[in-house]
């Protein structure tokens, strides 16, 4: 089945305890993103890659990294969570470039807590 | 940048009756796409319908439609017939052709249904 997976798809941490949300998609995607959906703020990109190796950031980067070793994998890194990336994150992916609309196929979330 | 906007936070309707969820957006490109997705309380993404600018005809999708105002930079959701599945929350998206497959979400909308 096409699917991107997420995990963990719950988690509560510690201010300062670093974390990773592992994201992988098994459709040969090129094109990876991460986004954060907050109440009244909708869904915002953090990062996004266009293909392995290649990252770039999103509108709200601050606090966040991302790696792309491996094409299927996209993991999102917190180095010293705070209290206000307490969020819902979601991974997304699509085939890219492309000459024609593709979907772009949302994770499950992770739904984040930081104390 | 782009902006997508709702201004309806909550909205509520009556099943079996038809409901119209707002959205506005804002880009000076002549070629996008705009899209509803749905959110559940399983809070999966879910697309709704998607509307290329380029295209004067209305998208449908069964009970949904949607009204493309290119113009006036106006995309709504009608859904007709509600149903009780129906009762989530509602986000209008807004991506670029070409290029970097960001996609820029609206505030959302949440639909209760009354049975």
């Known amino acids: 089945e096409a699917q991107v997976t997420q995990n963990p798809r719950y988690l509560i941490t510690v201010t300062g305890k670093k974390l990773t949300v592992t994201c992988s998609q098994n459709m040969n995607h090129e094109y990876m993103s991460w986004y954060r959906q907050d109440p009244g703020l909708g869904l915002r990109q953090i990062y996004y890659?266009?293909?392995?190796?290649?990252?770039d950031k999103g509108d709200v980067p601050e606090g966040y990294k991302v790696s792309r070793k491996e094409k299927r994998n996209f993991p999102l890194i917190l180095e010293s969570p705070s209290p206000n990336q307490t969020s819902l994150y979601f991974c997304?992916?699509?085939?890219?470039?492309?000459?024609?609309?593709?979907?772009?196929?949302f994770g499950p979330g992770t739904r984040l807590t930081v104390l | 940048a782009q902006t997508v906007t709702q201004s309806q936070p909550e909205m509520s309707v009556q099943e079996a009756e038809t409901v119209t969820l707002s959205c506005t957006y804002d880009t000076s490109e002549s070629d996008y796409y705009l899209f509803w997705y749905k959110q559940p309380p399983s809070r999966q993404m879910i697309l709704v319908i998607r509307q290329e600018a380029y295209k004067q005809q209305n998208a449908t999708e069964n009970r949904f439609s949607v009204n493309f105002q290119k113009a006036a930079k106006s995309f709504s959701l009608k859904i007709s017939d509600s149903q009780l599945g129906d009762a989530a929350m509602y986000f209008c998206a807004y991506r670029r052709t070409q290029g970097a497959q960001k996609l820029v979400f609206g505030q959302g909308t949440r639909l209760t249904i009354n049975p």
């Open positions: 997304a992916s699509s085939l890219f470039p492309s000459v024609s609309y593709n979907e772009q196929f």
């Open positions: 890659s266009m293909n392995v190796e290649v990252t």
